[in-house]
């Protein structure tokens, strides 16, 4: 039986695991429960597809949408295993066949909806062999998360239907009380907790205030033309101006398509799958679209509005830069935001968590610290470092030592044992005698009075910046009291120092004009020089190919491995082991198709190509290993130390894939597989 990591080289043509998937895939395969929080991105499902491969029967996943079951079922079977899902969408025959497949073994992995998994579970109990239930978006289970669904709450009762299987939840999105309702809900046994870093440093993050809607418009087709031939998701607070955004980019030439509940099912499939198929650029979209969508390649997200909540904010420009190339997310920001934001949450049935968590998206869009660090403290994950990749880094406000003044406010949560709010701190340090401060017994504290020369708009601007800068965090089933982090602590104990951003005082208006003044984009990455032609190329034949196998293009190749082709071409069979995204089923099924269409792309532009490998063993009648060897000098020889350091400082020294193979005698393959196992590249 192969392991995970060969699994992993062998299907799925990745060389190395990413942070935490290793341990995660190793936590299943003891059958134990896990709890895995990983942003968007960072390979949530290869931590329940390998462990399927390895374990007895049929691994059951529990998904949402059925648009990305298909997709992932697709991608799945690109790569050489039985998945299916079983839903609506298929015909009755169909769903009878993927039950036969699943009862006789050969079906790996089963894709299937909350709801019909209640309707599905006696036929299950009787006729499958279940190691493992992994329940994607399981933030949906819990009323704190910010997309609760009533139909995952009967989840819970997994463990007693399936005693032998182990549960493993999934979300990109929760905060702390968020998981731990998750773990209460699907009453999990002898679980571990996974917390991947929610960084992801290729997205940038820029806000953008008091645009105009024109403004607003100018500024988005420059992104695009940015962009251009890439793909972006603009997304809108009200189906009328996701029409109206459509409407002006595709008069300005630009591939683009509104999207919204308002459109039937099928208007709707047809813009997601013209979407994912790279029919069309740009789609203008409420909220309702992107949680079924899979695409790595997506260069930007823009927010046309403030979003509901950090989670979906976060959970939205996720969507961009999949496939870890540098992309760009936007936010445009204005106080009619929230304004009718406000009325949705007064119309909700979670109007107190959900005003909070507005309170808190419009805290992101309007501070003064920088936004990624504000994202990481909001999901626990406290970081000291700015990122230099947001436009507050960029354009930074002016700073001070406020260790003092978070001294203050921090003794003052301490001294009333963290049972009060904002509105509370600020008063009790500018020493208003209150009616609840005195019945309290606040106003007897040491600290009460000792911030009075501050103003108290300032007060609130501070204590904003040091729940930001994660020196305190808000207990929302505590009356939203504040509580001091281990951070905190460490400023209140004197052992860390607190800086602070002099507040902006600036109007909309003028903060505009400032930023269109001062803001410089983030350049984005060359280090990978692809050739353009040749990546066009490669982009044709993978949309055939797509086409053929009616897959969505991104399922046969990602932008990111098409870009390493053209950026090192492989001229043989042999040169595509190694490179990334590339297993042995998809090289065995149409590895020859990418390479003939490279060899006739570098002919046709007259450059000179070395002759393969392929072409030495038709010819002569030898062995594949015989071939390199003549080829290479130092094919199928284990490499030393000497050969590792001599590899890393050519490298460093900017030769290409091709020139470290003549260098080293290896074939590039070769190369590229030694690179990443040395985590000189990815």
């Not at 894709?111 to 978006?137: C, G, H, K, T």
């Not at 929760?174 to 002898?190: P, Y």
């Not at 979670?350 to 419009?362: C, T, V, Y």
């Not at 600020?426 to 007897?444: H, M, P």
Request: proline fraction near 3%.
């Amino acid at each position: 039986m192969q392991t995970p990591l060969e699994i992993l080289k062998t299907v799925f043509g990745y060389s190395s695991f990413r942070p935490m998937q290793e341990d995660i895939i190793a936590n299943v395969l003891e059958h134990c429960d896990s709890l895995v929080l990983m942003p968007t991105g960072g390979g949530k499902s290869l931590c329940y597809q390998i462990p399927a491969l390895i374990l007895e029967g049929t691994t059951v996943v529990v998904s949402p949408l059925i648009s990305l079951m298909k997709d992932q079922v697709d991608a799945l079977n690109a790569s050489g295993i039985a998945a299916a899902a079983l839903n609506s969408n298929n015909s009755e025959e169909e769903n009878f066949k993927i039950r036969a497949q699943a009862k006789s073994g050969r079906l790996k992995i089963l894709y299937i909806s909350p709801e019909r998994l209640q309707r599905e579970i006696p036929w299950m109990r009787q006729n499958l062999r279940v190691p493992l239930f992994a329940i994607d978006e399981a933030h949906c289970i819990s009323q704190w998360g910010h997309d609760f669904r009533p139909e995952y709450t009967q989840l819970g009762n997994l463990h007693d239907d399936f005693p032998q299987a182990c549960i493993m939840a999934l979300t990109a999105t929760a905060d702390k009380l968020t998981k731990e309702d998750i773990v209460k809900q699907l009453r999990l046994n002898s679980y571990k907790v996974f917390i991947s870093s929610f960084d992801r440093p290729n997205l940038s993050l820029d806000v953008r205030r008091g645009y105009t809607g024109k403004e607003k418009t100018k500024a988005i087709l420059s992104i695009i033309k940015r962009h251009a031939n890439e793909s972006g998701i603009i997304y809108c607070l009200s189906r009328k101006n996701t029409e109206k955004v459509a409407e002006i980019l595709s008069n300005a030439g630009v591939a683009a398509r509104a999207y919204h509940a308002g459109m039937s099912s099928e208007e709707r499939n047809a813009v997601q799958e013209d979407f994912i198929n790279d029919k069309i650029d740009v789609v203008c979209a409420t909220i309702a679209f992107g949680m079924g969508i899979d695409k790595s390649n997506v260069r930007f997200v823009i927010h046309y509005n403030l979003p509901k909540s950090i989670e979906s904010f976060y959970q939205e420009i996720g969507r961009a830069g999949r496939d870890g190339l540098p992309s760009e997310t936007v936010l445009f920001y204005s106080y009619q935001d929230i304004v009718t934001l406000r009325g949705f949450v007064n119309e909700s049935g979670q109007k107190e968590i959900n005003s909070e968590k507005l309170d808190r998206m419009q805290e992101y869009a309007e501070s003064l610290i920088c936004r990624r660090r504000i994202l990481l403290n909001y999901f626990g994950e406290c970081d000291s470092e700015n990122c230099g990749n947001c436009d507050v880094c960029k354009n930074p406000p002016r700073r001070f030592d406020g260790t003092i003044l978070v001294q203050k406010a921090l003794s003052a949560i301490k001294r009333t044992n963290e049972q009060i709010g904002f509105s509370m701190t600020a008063q009790i340090l500018k020493g208003f005698n209150d009616e609840e401060i005195v019945q309290n017994g606040y106003d007897k504290i040491k600290t009460f009075g000792a911030g009075a020369d501050v103003t108290l708009k300032d007060w609130h601007d501070y204590l904003l910046q040091m729940l930001h800068l994660g020196f305190v965090e808000i207990a929302y089933n505590e009356s939203n009291h504040l509580k001091i982090t281990d951070s905190g602590k460490e400023v209140l104990s004197g052992k860390k120092i607190a800086e602070l951003a002099v507040p902006d005082r600036t109007e909309p208006e003028k903060d505009r004009k400032r930023k269109k003044k001062g803001f410089v984009h983030s350049a984005f990455d060359k280090s990978v020089a692809a050739d353009d032609g040749l990546f066009e190329a490669l982009r044709k034949l993978r949309r055939d190919i797509a086409d053929e196998n009616n897959w969505p293009a991104y399922v046969v190749l990602s932008d990111k491995t098409l870009k390493e082709l053209s950026s090192t071409p492989p001229l043989s069979i042999e040169d595509l082991y190694g490179v990334f995204g590339f297993g042995e089923k998809k090289i065995e099924k149409f590895g020859q198709r990418f390479v003939d269409a490279i060899t006739d792309f570098l002919g046709n532009s007259g450059r000179s190509v070395q002759i393969s490998h392929d072409t030495i063993q038709q010819d002569n009648g030898m062995s594949h290993m015989e071939s390199q060897k003549l080829l290479y000098a130092k094919a199928y020889e284990p490499w030393s130390e000497e050969d590792d350091l001599k590899l890393e400082q050519l490298y460093n020294q900017g030769l290409t894939t091709s020139g470290l193979s003549k260098k080293m005698g290896r074939g590039n393959g070769a190369i590229r597989s030694r690179l990443r196992k040395l985590g000189i590249v990815e």
